[in-house]
């Protein structure tokens, strides 16, 4: 069963604006929730990473949001760019679980110039 | 180059032929996970090891697949008699520690199965 769902499955958004991912999770215990991009043809790469303690993560254009009540997170790019097309995942791991990664399925985002 | 190594890049193997997947780990990177994606799905987690030692395999099928990390040398993720089901990317991931810390991942295998 899919741990961490993630929302929307595509997303178009013209250059400049802001793209917004969100990601939901059932498991209290997990402590770590990484975001990944990932480029057709490449590995994923690291973005930015939050832990529950607190509520809001900046990394240049990159935001991440979590509501540790709702069980949810999110992921804002602001003033999106052409380059930041790619498809990102949320992902999260508890604590107990030597690191082992629970992905969502993964927001395929296209920026229009 | 300082990153998570893979090779090869494409594999092409028949049913019932064995596939090979080696994964050299960043500089100084002791943990490595192996995930697998099947087209349009996310990351799914197959197998974490440390150097000589499996730490766990729940995420991996219990027949045909077996993973190994020796002390000398890459991670190698070996699929027995695939299947056309076997068809996916195969990527691997190191951290410099192992529990929640930064995953390092390589560019992946992308099996192909005839």
């Known amino acids: 069963q899919q741990q961490v769902k993630q929302s929307p499955q595509s997303l178009i958004v013209q250059k400049g604006g802001i793209s917004i991912i969100n990601c939901a999770y059932e498991?209290?215990?997990?402590?770590?929730f990484p975001w990944y991009q990932q480029f057709p043809g490449k590995g994923p790469a690291l973005l930015i990473a939050?832990?529950?303690?607190?509520s809001e993560k900046k990394e240049g254009r990159f935001t991440i949001s979590f509501n540790k009540s709702a069980k949810q997170f999110s992921l804002h790019i602001m003033d999106s760019q052409p380059g930041d097309s790619a498809t990102y995942f949320c992902?999260?791991?508890?604590?107990?679980?030597?690191?082992?990664?629970?992905f969502g399925a993964g927001t395929q985002v296209v920026v229009t110039p | 180059n300082a990153g998570v190594m893979q090779n090869p890049r494409h594999l092409v193997r028949r049913r019932g032929q064995e596939a090979r997947l080696r994964c050299s780990p960043m500089k100084g990177h002791s943990h490595v996970y192996w995930y697998r994606q099947l087209p349009e799905e996310g990351l799914k987690f197959m197998v974490y090891l440390q150097k000589e030692n499996i730490i766990d395999e729940s995420g991996m099928p219990k027949e045909r697949f077996s993973a190994e990390f020796p002390k000398e040398g890459p991670s190698i993720l070996r699929i027995q008699q695939v299947v056309r089901g076997d068809s996916a990317a195969y990527f691997c991931?190191?951290?410099?520690?192992?529990?929640?810390?930064?995953?390092?991942f390589g560019d992946g295998t992308r099996l192909s199965i005839l």
């Open positions: 498991n209290t215990a997990f402590d770590y």
């Open positions: 939050i832990r529950p303690d607190v």
């Open positions: 992902a999260a791991s508890r604590p107990d679980s030597w690191g082992k990664l629970q």
């Open positions: 991931a190191s951290s410099g520690q192992g529990g929640n810390q930064p995953q390092h």
